[in-house]
């Protein structure tokens, strides 16, 4: 008999829209979120995990063509990726369950930890931010900097600043997949020092193009400083010493915003560190889950 846990790939409709989710794993129920917006959720398979976790890989709403909203590529907010996260935690019929988000999945996740906190047991929030725009901008471009003259004269930098720049004109899933492609080595501690390893995972990204921008076509704007102070559910964060995106600095401030939160920095990555350091990410997430579990059923 096939249960919402069952392990493989279910989907089921809900406003006319398709949810599909991979199961993977056995133990505590861990959701994870990918990034982008728009990158599928292949890339965050964590092997690891799934020998003590019960992992549920959300495929985002949008990343498949029977999953996009009627204002595609619009209308992706925060708010209606945890709506549709509520439908599916409520369709698994388990009490509690963690919440990881990676990079964008990550704003969700906190998103969903301060507004739909009834369900969670606690929340991973994986090279996240507090805040998007200008400042978050500002830092990504230092970071890109530093990545630049640390690898001067190598003869793949410039296609790799060449995504960057490319970046704010995308407007296709095919654009999408080249500048996600392209950028990747800078979102590793030391992608060239072990190309061999993890080209076959670049070239296996795929991704749909997602604006940023809700239906009206305004941006989605994130400055979560305050309410994070105020997050009751027990919160993991995670960041690569290394990470151009959402680095050290953002991850630092999010420690001290939250209470009582648990910091994991990952001294030998960059943006992926569940493929740079899968063991020690994979320890830390799954005592992490497991102690919370453990609390929450106590305090049942």
């Known amino acids: 008999m096939t249960t919402p846990l069952s392990p493989g790939t279910h989907s089921f409709r809900t406003g006319g829209i398709v949810q599909r989710y991979h199961v993977h794993g056995t133990g505590p129920v861990c959701l994870a979120h990918s990034g982008g917006p728009g990158i599928h959720w292949e890339y965050l398979r964590m092997p690891a995990l799934e020998e003590h976790l019960t992992m549920v890989y959300v495929e985002p709403i949008g990343t498949a063509e029977d999953s996009r909203l009627p ?24 009490p509690q369950v963690h919440l990881l988000g990676h990079s964008h999945g990550a704003f969700v996740a906190a998103h969903h930890a301060l507004h739909r906190a009834e369900q969670l047991a606690g929340v991973v929030l994986y090279e996240g931010a507090p805040v998007t725009g200008p400042e978050h901008g500002a830092e990504a471009g230092r970071m890109v900097e530093a990545f630049a003259a640390q690898h001067a004269g190598h003869p793949g930098l410039p296609d790799v600043l060449a995504a960057f720049g490319a970046m704010s004109r995308i407007s296709s899933d095919e654009q999408t997949v080249a500048v996600a492609r392209g950028v990747l080595p800078s979102y590793f501690a030391d992608y060239w020092g072990d190309e061999e390893r993890l080209a076959p995972f670049r070239d296996a990204v795929t991704a749909t193009f997602i604006s940023g921008l809700d239906e009206n076509l305004e941006p989605d704007v994130v400055d979560d400083r305050t309410a994070l102070k105020g997050l009751e559910v027990p919160a993991l964060v995670v960041v690569g010493r290394h990470d151009v995106i959402c680095g050290p600095r953002w991850a630092f401030e999010m420690d001290e915003l939250i209470p009582d939160s648990q910091l994991l920095v990952l001294e030998n990555s960059g943006h992926m560190g569940h493929i740079e350091e899968p063991e020690l990410f994979a320890d830390t997430v799954r005592d992490f889950v497991l102690r919370t579990t453990a609390s929450r059923d106590t305090d049942v």
């Open 71 to 94: 204002s595609h590529p619009h209308g992706y907010t925060r708010e209606r990726y945890s709506l549709f996260l509520q439908v599916l935690i409520n369709r698994l019929g388990v």
